[in-house]
């Protein structure tokens, strides 16, 4: 195997890795700060579409996480600024929060429920029956359909939620369209992501606490990639997949002395 250049620019994700249900995982605060001060291009990924960038930052902050607005990127992000590829000035159907809405009236499109040209699909705390017929209907009549990830379920004090990847899976079960994900571990998202830094992928690594998210998404978007244990994936389920992280490592305290 050839040797890897060594690592100019940062991915990582944020739940699971810099914190664990709401607690910042030991070690997180000083990897942050290590990247700040180094002056190395970084991002802080997430596939939940819920909150805007500020959102995060404010949220980071409280746990003693301090991320600029701007290296903060998530699905909602990818997604708008993938509909601004592909049709700008568009319109949209928006089943989300203000993270997702955010995203797409800042980049000029227009949410309609009236011939819009996509329906897409973020997270959300309240999925209402009403938008989701209305969703289908709009998908048969000829809107194309987008979701911000294929997570299908997220956490939360009380147990598992449904998430946008099992909303998404009803609404193709009623119109037999299958929507397109951007968020991991589609590649697209890690590499609008390294674009939006200036960082190329054979100088970048991904720091992930999903096999099957984010070190998928790492691993195709040609980074090397690192396996932190401090989230959803234990080590004996590691050899499960057909692929490996480059690295496997109990946290991401152990990566501060890679920076």
């Given amino acids: 195997m050839a040797e890897r250049k060594p690592i100019e620019s940062w991915l990582t994700d944020m739940d699971g890795v810099l914190m664990h249900e709401g607690i910042p995982v030991p070690g997180a605060d000083a990897f942050i700060k290590r990247l700040r001060e180094s002056g190395r291009p970084f991002l802080v990924l997430t596939n939940n579409s819920i909150y805007t960038p500020r959102d995060l930052h404010a949220r980071l902050a409280r746990i003693g996480l301090d991320v600029p607005v ?6 909602a992000l990818a ?12 319109t949209a159907y928006v089943i989300g929060e203000a993270g997702l ?4 009236h800042d980049i000029g499109y227009v949410l309609t429920d009236v011939e819009p040209d996509y329906v897409v699909l973020g997270e959300t705390r309240t999925y209402s029956f009403e938008a989701l017929t209305k969703a289908i209907r709009l998908i048969n ?28 899976a009803l609404i193709t079960k009623a119109t037999g369209r299958e929507p397109y994900f951007v968020g991991k571990p589609n590649p ?9 830094i200036g ?3 054979e100088t970048s690594a991904m720091i992930g606490d999903r096999m099957d998210t984010d070190v998928l998404a790492g691993l195709e978007a040609g980074m090397e990639t690192f396996l932190v244990l401090t989230g959803l994936t234990r080590p004996e389920e590691i050899e499960r997949y ?11 305290a152990d990566l501060t002395e890679l920076i």
């Fill in 101 to 104: 809405t955010t995203a797409l």
């Fill in 70 to 75: 701007a290296n903060i990127w998530t699905s």
């Fill in 199 to 201: 960082a190329h992928s």
């Fill in 141 to 168: 009549a000829g809107a194309r359909f987008i979701a911000t990830n294929p997570d299908e379920t997220g956490p939360s004090a009380e147990g598992a939620l449904p998430a946008t990847g099992s909303v998404a």
């Fill in 242 to 252: 057909p692929f490996r992280p480059s690295r496997v490592v109990d946290s991401i």
């Fill in 188 to 196: 697209l998202m890690m590499r609008a992501g390294l674009n939006a």
């Fill in 79 to 90: 997604t708008a600024q993938f509909l601004d590829d592909q049709r700008p000035g568009g």
